[in-house]
């Protein structure tokens, strides 16, 4: 019999008679978007969750980027780093900014702090980093060099959803932290995303800007777009977040047998929890750099027995054709190496251990 095939995400969905239960009123009230009740329970139940004072949700993390930078003024250039999706650097350059980019760590992927100073010019004006997989950035050396700059921080963590540095919930570092909720991601509202920070001030501008510009129904005071968050999509994050804390645990399951299986391997580089961090699992992202198999052929050996692994992140940002030409892209080294070696293995809550050693069988093989 052919196995099914296993592709490197799946979708976590709460039982089904548990949604239909949670929208059932919606019937009743006709009240599907504009920040209905339930938009208003989720946002105090994820602020307790993720141990934040003020969150504002939208229709998609993207969006969330791209009206955070615009929430907070920020102009000219911006630090970032190319290893990461591609909206983190679209959304700067959306923003009609200049995105720097700064290398990577070779053991971590996130952005390499020691390198970001040399970067800083009378332009810069923020840092946007990305807590990559899961993996917490150099938050406090982050921290220090946006104080002595006068830089905002605004952190892409679209991979750390209940993460915790320290026994402090991630998103408590920088002006402003966005959340993915997409269906992908560790904990989702089939689209959807959340900025979390702590001055108030911003939750005025940011519901503006989500809601075409508009105060009210008759004042217009700034240009703004529609992002908002239906109570549909509410409602589905409702029923997952009641799963969060079993979905979590599966996927460290999961993890730790890949870890188990392919740890100490010569030429395979694996990222290990650190003992500091409570970790969410959200990837597993291997360098194959010397081993037997380089990553295209790892990649090629699973696929032909039906198993889907992602060049996740590859190509670099700064490859992108959109770019060129537009500004100067400054050379990560580091970061080419690693997108030119990583492949993200299959890593889902439903994923087996069973499963996890035909993966690993067949990259030994
Ligand atoms: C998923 C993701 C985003 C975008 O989030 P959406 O909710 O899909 O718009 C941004 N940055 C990174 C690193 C992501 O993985």
């Given at each position: 019999?052919?196995?099914?095939?296993?592709?490197?995400?799946?979708?976590?969905?709460?039982?089904?008679?548990?949604?239909i239960?949670?929208?059932?009123?919606?019937?009743?009230?006709?009240?599907?978007?504009?920040?209905?009740?339930?938009?208003?329970?989720?946002?105090?139940?994820?602020?307790?969750?993720?141990?934040?004072?003020e969150?504002?949700?939208f229709?998609?993390?993207?969006?969330?980027?791209?009206?955070?930078?615009?929430?907070?003024?920020?102009?000219g250039?911006?630090?970032?780093?190319?290893?990461?999706?591609?909206?983190t650097?679209?959304?700067?350059?959306?923003?009609?900014?200049?995105?720097?980019?700064?290398?990577?760590?070779?053991?971590?992927?996130?952005?390499?702090?020691?390198?970001?100073e040399?970067?800083?010019?009378?332009?810069?004006s923020?840092?946007?980093?990305?807590?990559?997989?899961?993996n917490?950035?150099?938050?406090?050396?982050?921290?220090?060099i946006?104080?002595?700059?006068n830089?905002?921080?605004?952190?892409?963590?679209a991979?750390?959803?209940g993460?915790?540095?320290?026994?402090i919930?991630?998103?408590?570092?920088?002006?402003?932290?966005?959340?993915?909720?997409?269906?992908?991601?560790?904990?989702?509202?089939?689209?959807?995303?959340?900025?979390?920070?702590?001055?108030?001030?911003?939750?005025?501008?940011?519901?503006?800007?989500?809601?075409?510009?508009?105060?009210?129904?008759?004042?217009?005071?700034?240009?703004?777009?529609?992002?908002?968050?239906?109570?549909?999509h509410?409602?589905?994050?409702?029923?997952?977040?009641?799963?969060?804390?079993?979905?979590?645990?599966?996927?460290?399951?999961?993890?730790?047998?890949?870890?188990?299986?392919?740890?100490g391997?010569?030429?395979?580089q694996?990222?290990?929890?650190?003992d500091?961090?409570?970790?969410n699992?959200?990837?597993?992202?291997?360098?194959?750099?010397?081993?037997?198999?380089?990553?295209?052929?790892?990649s090629?050996?699973?696929?032909?027995?039906?198993i889907?692994?992602?060049?996740?992140?590859?190509p670099?940002?700064?490859?992108?054709?959109?770019?060129?030409?537009?500004?100067?892209?400054?050379?990560?080294?580091?970061a080419?190496?690693?997108?030119?070696?990583?492949?993200?293995?299959?890593?889902?809550?439903?994923?087996?251990?069973?499963?996890?050693?035909?993966?690993?069988?067949?990259?030994?093989?």
């Open positions: 019999m052919e196995k099914k095939p296993i592709m490197v995400v799946r979708s976590s969905m709460p039982p089904y008679e548990e949604f239960e949670e929208i059932k009123d919606l019937w009743e009230s006709r009240h599907l978007t504009h920040q209905g009740p339930k938009y208003h329970l989720l946002a105090e139940k994820l602020k307790e969750y993720l141990g934040v004072k969150i504002s949700m229709a998609n993390g993207h969006l969330a980027l791209e009206l955070a930078i615009e929430a907070m003024g920020l102009t250039e911006v630090i970032t780093t190319p290893y990461t999706f591609a909206s650097t679209q959304a700067i350059v959306r923003n009609g900014l200049t995105p720097v980019f700064c290398d990577i760590r070779e053991d971590d992927y996130t952005m390499d702090v020691s390198k970001i040399s970067l800083i010019t009378d332009k810069t923020a840092i946007m980093p990305v807590h990559v997989y899961g917490v950035c150099d938050v406090y050396a982050i921290e220090k946006a104080k002595k700059h830089l905002k921080v605004i952190y892409d963590a991979h750390v959803f993460v915790e540095v320290d026994g919930p991630v998103g408590n570092f920088g002006d402003m932290t966005m959340f993915s909720f997409h269906a992908t991601k560790v904990y989702h509202t089939v689209e959807g995303g959340g900025l979390v920070f702590s001055d108030p001030k911003y939750q005025t501008k940011l519901a503006q800007l989500r809601q075409f510009g508009m105060q009210g129904q008759e004042s217009v005071p700034i240009v703004g777009t529609n992002a908002k968050m239906t109570e549909m509410a409602a589905m994050g409702l029923c997952n977040l009641r799963h969060i804390d079993e979905e979590i645990a599966k996927r460290k399951k999961a993890a730790e047998r890949y870890l188990q299986r392919l740890g391997v010569k030429g395979i694996l990222c290990y929890p650190k500091n961090v409570k970790g699992y959200a990837y597993f992202p291997v360098v194959f750099d010397g081993y037997k198999y380089n990553r295209d052929e790892v090629d050996l699973l696929a032909k027995e039906n889907f692994a992602r060049k996740y992140f590859y670099l940002t700064s490859d992108f054709e959109a770019y060129q030409g537009k500004f100067p892209i400054q050379e990560t080294p580091i080419r190496r690693i997108a030119n070696s990583v492949l993200t293995l299959p890593l889902y809550a439903d994923l087996t251990v069973e499963e996890v050693d035909r993966i690993c069988d067949i990259i030994l093989q």
